[in-house]
């Protein structure tokens, strides 16, 4: 099992963020995703910027992989895109099926992202023929869903397994929205926030976060419990998602347990005092995103029954 | 060669008498879906069976209008065979296009059905010109349905650079998140529009008296609370009231609807092909009454585009049956943002 260090979602400063990156390139992961996913405001480092970066990074024995932007709205959006997709070096995650459209024009290899909404083995292969080697499923894939993928020969999946979870898109900036400004003149509100801004319940339970024009979860996704069943799944490498403090200690924990260090049963605790938010299971188990059963299997040795993918009709039960 | 569409009126319908209130009020087409989670209205007690779109598209042809079939969620494993056969079923009946937003199954219908008219979903989340050209390419998409997170500049540009058609939002519920890249009723409830077909869905709502308000929750998360002089709505998740840092407001959207007739001269100018109506999970009545408006608005347009102007009465017509009597131009308008 292999660990990447997923894109950062959230805007710091140029300090900040050079400092991070500085300390994960001793961090014991295997693959850096670099550059801005959310919003084409945010600019304390520019591509030329991420492009050093990543010269840096892959010097000090990373892969580096570079992230394309989910919401692409303007011209200036698919230049950036462009320059991206059309970079020598480095490999690519393309997060919408424009960056699909210029990769595959180029013949090069690139990892799909899970803004692309791979739900089933025809898409996925569709995605292999057109230069995927290596895809992340959307971050609402139960457990059942993925182990009943085909996952195409050559084709490496890679799961997101630890961080607040990228729930949705939106033309509008809530951030600026929560300090009565435009997003045209947001004033990058988003700097005081480095792991988001909590929206809360009325009755106080933190619920989602907001990062600009993306919402998050306001818990912690976090399977580090359940890594046997992420290789079950056919799992070869998981995604811990930036944070601004104690990232470090969260890839030991994760590291421990792949080097079988750490017993599994005790992640939880561990990483109880790394998190940013209570932590959440749910979709794992095919339940709500939000529910945490961290005794629960998700391949019903235990009996329950899968409330799978709950719709109108029953629940499909994968193979 | 007929001539390029312009300002087509969709129009939705959850039954068979909404699909006769769109025709009988003016629609060009009307879009339906089957009774399943094949379409992202997966709501119970709509949709069609069989024999219904049969008799609906017996109806829509009789007075040349269109009836498009809407197969807009993503299949799932071991499952895709029931999307497929979906897509094999509108062929069948000889609908005038499917709207889908899985690749895995538009490369299926392009390569089965090689004369079946395939437009991209709103769920399908394309923003650009260079993803709707992937498509386009791929599956020879003749439309896309735009999510409603463009302003009429951006829309303008896409329309430029691509040949595809364009259908824009005009009415009805509004996303404030990019449709297809949406996970928050999943997180909250289990179920979402790409896999279920449902947002906020009604299993997982309730409506609780208590001695602070009416509260209305999902699987038990408060979305919102009403005093005794405020009219409870639905709790659609992203239009709730929360609190940010000390302030409760509606801190994602507020309770409106699109409405976006004032902006049709220009949607007429882009030269956009379609305009389509939300709702269909709505009564009849609302169909009738929204497509009524409507055809008179684009007929207007298209006599003179010059000297459209919004008439009062249409407002007062549309604020009768839309969601919190609110109305916003949404995206289209760059301030909303």
């Keep these: 099992m292999k660990l990447s260090l997923g894109p950062l979602l959230y805007y710091w400063s140029r300090e900040d963020i050079l400092a991070f990156y500085e300390a994960a390139a001793g961090w014991p992961v295997d693959s850096v995703y670099l550059g801005e996913t959310v919003c084409s405001r945010r600019h304390t480092l520019r591509l030329p910027d991420w492009f050093d970066l990543a010269d840096r990074l892959a010097a000090a024995g990373k892969e580096v992989v570079l992230s394309s932007q989910a919401l692409i709205e303007s011209e200036s959006d698919l230049k950036a895109l462009r320059k991206i997709a059309r970079n020598e070096k480095y490999l690519v995650e393309a997060n919408d099926f424009g960056a699909v459209r210029l990769l595959a024009e180029q013949g090069v290899p690139f990892v799909a992202g899970p803004t692309l909404n791979a739900y089933n083995p025809d898409t996925l292969a569709l995605l292999r023929d057109l230069g995927a080697v290596r895809w992340v499923p959307p971050v609402e894939m139960p457990a059942k869903m993925l182990q009943a993928m085909p996952v195409p020969e050559g084709m490496e999946t890679e799961f997101f397994a630890y961080g607040r979870l990228p729930l949705a898109f939106s033309a509008r900036c809530f951030t600026a929205r929560h300090y009565n400004l435009q997003k045209d003149d947001c004033q990058f509100k988003c700097l005081d926030h480095p792991d988001g801004l909590t929206l809360r319940t009325r009755e106080g339970e933190a619920f989602l976060t907001m990062n600009g024009i993306q919402t998050q979860s306001a818990r912690v996704y976090s399977l580090a419990h359940r890594l046997d069943e992420l290789a079950e799944a056919g799992v070869g490498r998981l995604r811990l998602s930036p944070q601004s403090q104690r990232m470090a200690q969260v890839v030991t924990v994760f590291r421990e347990l792949i080097e079988g260090r750490l017993p599994p049963a005790e992640a939880p605790a561990r990483l109880a005092r790394l998190m940013p938010g209570e932590p959440c299971d749910g979709y794992w188990l095919g339940q709500a995103g939000l529910d945490y059963q961290p005794e629960r299997a998700a391949f019903g040795r235990s009996g329950v029954p899968a409330a799978n993918v709950r719709g109108q009709e029953a629940a499909p039960t994968p193979r | ?337």
């Design chain 2, 1 to 337: 060669m007929p001539s390029e569409p312009l300002l087509e009126l969709i129009c939705p319908a959850g039954s068979l008498p909404a699909l006769k209130a769109a025709v009988d009020h003016g629609a060009d087409g009307v879009y339906l879906g089957f009774k399943d989670n094949t379409n992202a209205r997966n709501f119970s007690g709509l949709n069609f069976d069989e024999a219904a779109i049969r008799q609906g598209v017996e109806y829509a042809h009789a007075k040349g209008r269109k009836v498009l079939l809407a197969l807009n969620t993503y299949p799932q494993p071991g499952e895709v065979a029931r999307w497929q056969r979906a897509v094999d079923r509108a062929a069948d009946i000889c609908m005038d296009a499917v709207i889908l937003a899985d690749p895995g199954l538009m490369a299926y219908a392009a390569r089965t059905h090689p004369d079946l008219r395939l437009h991209l979903s709103v769920q399908g989340s394309a923003t650009s010109y260079e993803a709707i050209e992937f498509y386009r390419e791929r599956f020879g998409i003749q439309r896309a349905v735009l999510p409603r997170v463009l302003s009429l500049a951006q829309v303008e540009a896409v329309a430029a650079n691509t040949e595809v058609e364009l259908e824009l939002f005009g009415f009805g519920g509004l996303c404030v998140m990019v449709e297809g890249r949406c996970l928050l009723s999943s997180y909250a409830t289990g179920d979402s529009p790409n896999t279920c077909g449902v947002c906020s869905p009604a299993h997982a709502v309730r409506w609780q008296q208590t001695p602070k308000g009416m509260e209305t929750r999902l699987n038990g998360v408060l979305i919102d609370r009403y005093a005794d002089d405020e009219k409870a709505g639905y709790p659609t998740l992203c239009k709730g009231r929360f609190e940010v840092q000390g302030e409760t407001y509606y801190a994602l959207e507020e309770p409106t609807s699109l409405n976006t007739l004032e902006m049709l001269p220009e949607m007429a100018r882009l030269g956009i092909a379609a305009i389509k109506i939300e709702g269909r999970q709505r009564s009849p009545a609302y169909v009738a009454q929204v497509t009524q408006v409507w055809r008179a608005a684009i007929d207007a347009v298209k006599r003179a585009p010059e000297s459209f102007a919004v008439a009062p009465a249409w407002h007062g017509q549309l604020d009768k049956v839309s969601e919190g009597s609110m109305h916003t131009l949404g995206a289209y308008y760059r301030p909303w943002k």
